[in-house]
Each structure stands twice: as structure tokens, then as C-alpha cells.
């Protein structure tokens, strides 16, 4: 699995879009990207993936550059609840599996 | 309730002492997988399972570590003379074979070894 960057923290204000960049200057043609967070004190909540269009879905933005080295999750108005880890992984899809970095640490402020 | 269920959420042990851990994964999904997360870090793979064969193992899961899932629905996690360094917070998480490939996360269980 290719190795992903994350920056360690970041801080956004509530009502706010939070972006959170990852970098995976590595990837494969046949990886994906994913992300997922984790609230304190629960397990990993799954938020979105792709290949290499855009996507979205009800929680989250994710896009993925031209050249795939990189993306960026959207959480277009961030809340305090989504005050978490959250962690990009790039995998094929038929890897079981996931292969979790140090993610970033989103704080968001009232 | 039928997200992945963990039991018990919080263990505390004294060195040398054997533990087992238990995960009901969500009705009908055929793979089960453990992971251990250690204090700031990310969540480490240990092993996974489709319906009751164990498919693949981590270096991490030493052979004081094992893992059942004898009727393809629970899963057992069991560590044997546990060490101060087999602390940390052990997940669970489970998903369908077929179709969406989103693995569901229980919320985990705790191990302190004292």
C-alpha cells in the first residue's frame, strides 16, 4: 500500500469548511483513496472514497487531483461533532486490510 | 443496535494473566477483522477472517495471540501471559463480501496489563 502524509493537527472554525490535505505521491493506477476518522473514544467511522473523479456524499467532499498524488476531504460546514481523527489510506480494493498512518487531528473551534 | 458489538470495553489485567476478547460482528457480514491501536497512533491490522477461515495474520498477532471464529459468526481474540506492552485499545470491524467494501468499526476494547 502506498504511504500517505498528512499534516499532524489542524484547527477550523465551526460553520466553516475544514479541508484536510493528503499526500500520496506513490499511488498506484488500481488504488483508491479513503478516509476515515475516529472520534475519541470509538472506532473508525468509514467517510468516503475514490478512485479518481470527485466524490461526494452526505458527510464529505473528496477530491482528487489530475495526477492523483493527492486529495483533499471536505467537510463543508464543519460542526464541534466532527472534532476527530481523521486518516487518509490508499489501498486496492481487494486488499483487505486498511492500513492506518498517524492521521491528522481536526480541531474545531465555537 | 446493530453496528459491531465488543465485549468488554474495558479490561484490566496483571502481567501474566490470559485474556479473551470477544466481537459479534453486523448480522450477515462474512469478514471480520481485528486491529490494535497503541496511545496516539493510527489503528494496526492483526488478522481477519472470511465466514469462519482465518485468511491472513500480522507479524504482530505472536503466537501468544489467537483468534477464533469457529462458527463464522463471533470472533474471539485471546491473549495468553500478557505483557505491559500488549496494553492498548483492541478493534474490531467487520463488512458484507459482496458489494460496498466499507469496513464497520465497533468501539473497541481497552487493555491495561499492570
Known amino acids: 500500500d502506498a504511504k500517505t502524509t498528512q499534516p499532524t493537527s489542524m484547527d477550523c472554525a465551526e460553520g466553516r469548511a475544514a479541508n484536510l490535505p493528503c499526500n500520496h505521491s506513490t499511488i498506484s493506477g488500481n488504488e483508491y483513496v479513503y478516509w476515515y476518522r475516529q472520534i475519541h473514544s470509538q472506532g473508525p467511522q468509514y467517510i468516503i472514497h475514490g478512485l479518481k473523479n470527485n466524490e461526494t456524499n452526505e458527510m464529505a467532499s473528496l477530491i482528487i487531483t489530475e495526477d492523483r498524488k493527492s486529495s483533499t476531504l471536505i467537510l463543508p460546514h464543519a460542526t464541534l461533532r466532527d472534532t476527530a481523527v481523521y486518516y487518509c489510506i490508499v489501498r486496492v480494493q481487494v486488499a483487505q486490510k486498511l492500513v492506518f498512518g498517524q492521521g491528522t487531528r481536526l480541531t474545531i473551534n465555537p | 443496535d446493530t453496528g459491531v458489538s465488543q465485549d468488554p470495553r474495558h479490561k484490566i489485567t496483571k502481567r501474566g494473566q490470559n485474556v479473551t476478547f470477544r466481537c459479534d460482528p453486523i448480522s450477515e457480514h462474512n469478514r471480520l477483522y481485528w486491529y490494535r491501536q497503541t496511545l496516539g497512533q493510527g489503528p494496526e491490522f492483526l488478522t481477519y477472517f472470511q465466514n469462519e477461515a482465518q485468511l491472513e495474520k500480522s507479524r504482530l498477532l505472536s503466537d501468544r495471540f489467537s483468534a477464533e471464529r469457529p462458527k463464522g459468526s463471533f470472533s474471539t481474540l485471546e491473549i495468553q501471559r500478557t505483557e505491559q506492552g500488549d496494553s492498548a485499545m483492541y478493534l474490531c470491524?467487520?463488512?458484507?463480501?459482496?458489494?460496498?467494501?466499507?469496513?464497520?468499526f465497533g468501539p473497541g476494547t481497552r487493555l491495561t496489563v499492570t
Open positions: 470491524a467487520s463488512r458484507a463480501l459482496q458489494g460496498w467494501d466499507e469496513q464497520y
